[in-house]
C-alpha cells in the first residue's frame, strides 16, 4: 500500500519468490490515498488478505491503526509490515532488520561495535538506520542533517548515543567513523547530487546508500573510487520484505543473486 505505489519493487520481488517456492500467492500493488487510509487497512481482513507492505507516505498512519504492535514498531511509530490474525492487524517494522542484514552480507568483515558511525539524514528512513545500529552496538552515531531539529526530536525520540552535525561539519563527523549511510534522498535519479568530501574518511571505513536507483550513487562511486567498500542499497529492500513474507505464506525466503538480478531488471527497464 503506498502513494503512489506504480514504481514499486516489491510485487516483483515476492512474485519471485511465489513462483520460486511454488506458493499459490499473489502480491498485488494497492495504490491508497492517504485519505482513504484507515478504510483501506481495515479492508485487508474482509478482504481476505493475509497482510500488506505499507509504503511513503502511509508508515506512521499504518502505525495508528494496528490492533497490536511489535517492539520495533512501537520504538519507531511506524510500521512497514502488516500481518492479518484472526481478523487483527498486526505491525512490525522491518526496516532496520532489511538494513543489517543487507550491510553484513555486502561487508561481512565490518564491526561496528564500539566504533563511531555517521549518518547523513534525520528523516523516516534514518529512524529505523540510527535504531538498528544502535542495537547493533556502535559506540556513537554521528547524524548529519541540514535541519537540526529534525535530528533533535530523532535523538529525543530514540535515545542512544547521537550526535548532531551540520553539513559544514563533515569533516568532524567522518573522521574515525567506521561506517557512512546515506539516508537522504540527495543522489537519487532526479534529485540534486549528494556532495560530500571524503577526504577525512578513514580507509578501512565501509560507504553504504539506502538508495538503489541508480544502484552506485555518486557517493558510492566517490568512496569506491579511493578504496573504501560499498554496498548498495537494493539489498536492504531485499532482506527488509523477508520477514513478512515468511509470516504471511510460512516460508522463510532467501535472497539470491537470481532473486537481485531479477528485480534488477526492472529497474533498467
Ligand atoms: P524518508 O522518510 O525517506 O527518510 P524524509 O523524511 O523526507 O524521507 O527525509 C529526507 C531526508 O533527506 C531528510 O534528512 C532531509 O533533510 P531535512 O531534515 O533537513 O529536510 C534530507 N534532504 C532532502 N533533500 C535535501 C537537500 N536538498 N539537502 C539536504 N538534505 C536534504
Redesign the pocket.
Known sequence: MGWPVAHSLSPRLHGYWLGRYGIDGAYVPLAVDPAAFDAAVRGLAPLGFRGANVT?PHKEAAFAAMDSLSETAKRLRAVNTIVVADGRLHGDNTDGFGFLENLSAGAPGLDIRGRAVTVL??????RAVVAALTDAGAEKVRIV???AA?TDALAADLGGPIAAFG?RDTAAALGGAALVVN????GMAG??PLELDLDHLPADAVVTDIVYSPLETPLLAAARARGNAVVDGLGMLLHQARPGFEAWFGRAPEVTPELRAHVLAEIGS
Open positions: 511513503v539524514g534525520a528523516g523516516g528512513a534514518a542533517n541540514r535541519t529534525r553539513w539516508t537522504t534522498s540527495l534529485q540534486p
